[in-house]
């Protein structure tokens, strides 16, 4: 299976970035765990981050030709990117929606996600351990 692991806006600073809500992993290290888990499971990962919300349309518009499966993590833009989820609606990729912090004991504007709903399963609140999560529910539950 190929596997697209695709982190939003702020992500990039992981490990520096609030460290008491997001842990010290940096995004280097998840993707080198999630690489890790992939070559233990046979799939394939092209890891992507990006600030702009276009740029991470495109990404999800090229994953249609390749991917099985998106483990994404949109940051802020979980909470207004209309834009974002008509991307999966549309492409109709398999996506996990992942957070490090569990968005439900948060400030009530994080527990709105617009992405949910096209989403095929949610993963939050287990820091970097969530994407290896994330990559073994889609191996588990199969190409689309
Ligand atoms: C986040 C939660 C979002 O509210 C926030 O804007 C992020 C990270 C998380 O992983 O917990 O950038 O998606």
Redesign the pocket.
């Known amino acids: 299976m190929n596997v697209l692991l695709l982190n ?4 990039n600073l992981l490990g520096e970035r609030e460290p008491e ?2 842990g010290t992993t940096t995004l280097a290290q998840i993707e080198q765990m999630v690489q890790a888990r992939a070559r233990s499971l046979g799939a394939s990962v092209r890891a992507f981050q990006s600030n702009h919300e276009g740029a991470l349309i495109d990404e999800l518009h090229q994953a249609r030709f390749w991917a099985q499966g998106v483990i994404f ?4 833009f ?2 207004y990117s209309y834009a974002l989820r008509d991307a999966i609606a549309s492409t109709r990729l398999r996506v996990v929606e ?4 569990d ?1 439900s004991k ?1 400030e009530p504007w ?1 527990q709105q996600s617009v992405i949910a709903e096209v989403a095929a399963h949610r993963i ?1 609140g287990k820091g970097a351990a969530g994407y290896v999560e994330a990559l073994e529910w889609l191996l588990q539950h199969g190409a689309q």
Do not use: D, E, F, Q
Request: positive net charge.
């Open positions: 939003g806006p702020n992500l809500i997001y993590n949109p940051g802020a979980t909470h992942v957070h490090l912090s968005l948060r994080r939050m």
